[in-house]
């Protein structure tokens, strides 16, 4: 079957190769990105049909190796490169082994299992120059999002949340876990883009050697809490404590406090978005640059504030942004809920204005 993503052509087999559709927003993202930060010497780790690899040897001028163990993922690779008239270079490796050989040849590495990343991340992390870039992406969402608990320990040493957090705290433990694999080589982590999307998270994030910087980015993990009973919620060390209405405090983590995006970046890459005539690509693009800024590792969501008070209606999400916007606090809309707010504001500033 032929498909058509961004300006590249792509022959994708109806058996026996990975292709998921949905995954194009993930690949746009990608390209919007890597051409935000200019030619890089781009490795997709586990390419299959190599959508994303060839695309970015399109779309962005990127020198770009692909890679994949499926002997016939290599067939379809070579005649993805050939109907798109891309030089890239193709093999047919197990990912640790080939990262073991590549150290410091690519500046970027995306990583894009089945599952969890978490057996590749640690040998990519190696891999990478002093100063390159790691693309992660995590289809796990039940062991990140409370699903599986004892999974999501087991695999990334963290405690997930269920209910009305789940996606912030999955998205942020993939961080706090990225952070950690970084520091365990001497490098420090800055995100650059991350997002929660449909049943996915992806995170784009630069790595640079120097234990000053691995400190700083551990100084970015802690613990979120919640109170399922009255709403309540923050960041920090606050473990074993009761909430003020008396209620039991739930506790996620370690994960990632720090940004979730650089909003200059984003920017960058919304620009660089436009090409693709996507309007889903451009709202993600904006409403991250826009949260990032606020610099909150929680939101509120008005569907559960409207739950808690039992009633339904409640003002708009535009309207909540505005009206603490103008109150002196941080405001923004959220990219991982439709009806999320993302501000410094506490719980009871939140539910006055969404109740008008
Ligand atoms: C989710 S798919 C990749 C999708 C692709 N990046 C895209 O955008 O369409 C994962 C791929 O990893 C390959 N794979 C799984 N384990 C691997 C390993 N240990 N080494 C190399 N490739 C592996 C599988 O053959 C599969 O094609
Ligand atoms: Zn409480």
Sequence with gaps: MRVREGLTELEVPEGGVFFNPRMKLNRDVTCAVVRALGRLDFLDLLAASGAKGIRVARECGSRVHLNDVNPRAVEVIRRNAELNGVEVSVSCCEANLLLTSVRGCFNFIDVDPFGAPVRFTANAVAALPSRGYLGVTATDTAALCGVYPKACL???????????????????????????????????????????????????????????????????????????????????????????????????????????????????????????????????????????????????????????????????????????????????????????????????????????
């Design 154 to 356: 087991r695999k990334y040493g963290a405690v997930s949340f269920r209910g009305e957090l789940c996606k912030e705290a999955g998205l942020r433990i993939l961080l706090g876990f990225l952070a950690l694999e970084c520091a365990r080589y001497g490098r420090g982590m800055r995100v650059l883009l991350s997002h929660a999307t449909d049943h996915y998270f992806r995170a784009l994030v630069e790595v640079r050697s120097g234990r000053r910087r691995a400190d700083d980015s551990l100084e970015q993990l802690g613990m979120l809490v919640f109170c399922p009973a009255c709403g309540y919620r923050g960041a920090g060390e606050r473990a074993n404590e009761r909430c003020r209405c008396g209620g039991e405090l739930q506790v996620a983590g370690r994960l990632w406090l720090g940004r979730i995006a650089e909003p200059e970046l984003v920017r960058r890459a919304l620009a660089e978005a436009e090409y693709l005539e996507d309007r889903r690509v451009a709202r993600l693009l904006a409403t991250l640059a826009e949260e990032a800024e606020v610099e909150v590792p929680y939101f509120y969501d008005l569907h559960h504030i409207g739950r808690r008070r039992g009633t339904g209606s409640l003002r708009k999400v535009e309207r909540v942004v505005e009206g603490l916007r103008e109150m002196g606090y941080r405001a923004s809309r959220t990219h991982v809920s439709p009806t999320g707010v993302r501000t410094d504001a506490g719980y009871e500033v939140v539910e006055e204005l969404a109740a008008g």
